[in-house]
């Protein structure tokens, strides 16, 4: 009787992993494309992203427009819409962008960047929406 039980649990082991085993390798046969972060706040991928859309920017004081860009998630394309930030004292908003790294396009967040200080050193870590995007 202990025996039977013992080899029916091995069984349900067994299934249990055979389905996780195809199970992961079914979702890692979706994925077409590939990314890899490099540096906080920097996102590599593989294909050219496709070109900025065209934003409507309406002005409003005490804020900067944070523009859209395109971002990857899984094997395709998706618009992030852009967006008002709050402005902040004695900073500029250092807008993000698609860089060509290598092989692939690195998108490097944008920032705030304190007024005077030299250019490529960012003041602030990139906020809200912008942070690092893991598209894997």
């Given at each position: 009787m202990q025996n039977e039980s013992y080899m029916?649990?091995?069984?349900?082991?067994?299934?249990?992993?055979?389905?996780?085993?195809?199970?992961?390798?079914?979702?890692?046969c979706r994925?077409?494309?590939?990314?890899?972060?490099?540096?906080?706040?920097?996102?590599?991928?593989?294909?050219?992203?496709?070109?900025?859309?065209?934003?409507?920017?309406?002005?409003?004081?005490?804020?900067?427009?944070?523009?859209?860009?395109?971002?990857r998630s899984g094997s395709q394309w998706v618009w992030r819409d852009g967006y008002h930030e709050r402005t902040r004292a004695d900073h500029d908003w250092k807008p993000g962008r698609w860089e060509r790294r290598g092989?692939?396009?690195a998108w490097v967040a944008?920032?705030?960047?304190?007024?005077?200080?030299?250019?490529?050193?960012?003041h602030d870590k990139p906020k809200g929406r912008d942070r690092v995007q893991d598209h894997r």
């Open positions: 029916r649990t091995r069984s349900i082991l067994a299934r249990l992993i055979l389905a996780g085993a195809v199970a992961t390798s079914v979702g890692a994925l077409h494309g590939s990314a890899w972060v490099s540096t906080p706040g920097v996102i590599i991928v593989d294909e050219t992203p496709p070109p900025p859309r065209h934003e409507v920017i309406v002005v409003r004081s005490g804020y900067v427009w944070v523009g859209g860009h395109w971002e092989k692939g396009h944008g920032s705030w960047q304190a007024r005077g200080q030299a250019r490529g050193h960012d």
